[in-house]
């Protein structure tokens, strides 16, 4: 977590940057996130350019074939799914 400071301190350093930490495994937390960013861009001009979707679990050395069912589903949700969620719901708003 403190790196993750540093790195959006930095961020912030060179222009506007908003850094929103939390947790990504279950769909109803990141439906939390998806308002909270929604509720942050209100207003502001500009709107978003850029989102940085950093989540991931599971390690580089589990083999796929080894992965028992819930917890290959867990990974794909927070890889894979966490991230495109903004995407599909038009990035800002959690009602789209």
Partial sequence: MERLE????????KGRAYV???NRTHRDKRMGLLKALAAHLEGQSGGLR?????AGIGSP???LESL?????ERAFSVNVTA????IQRGRTSPNH
């Fill in 6 to 13: 540093e790195v959006a301190a930095d961020c912030r350093a």
């Fill in 20 to 22: 929103l930490v939390g």
């Fill in 83 to 86: 991230g495109l969620e903004p």
């Fill in 61 to 63: 050395y589990e083999h």
């Fill in 50 to 54: 850029y989102m940085v979707h950093c």
């Fill in 68 to 72: 028992d069912p819930d917890a290959l």
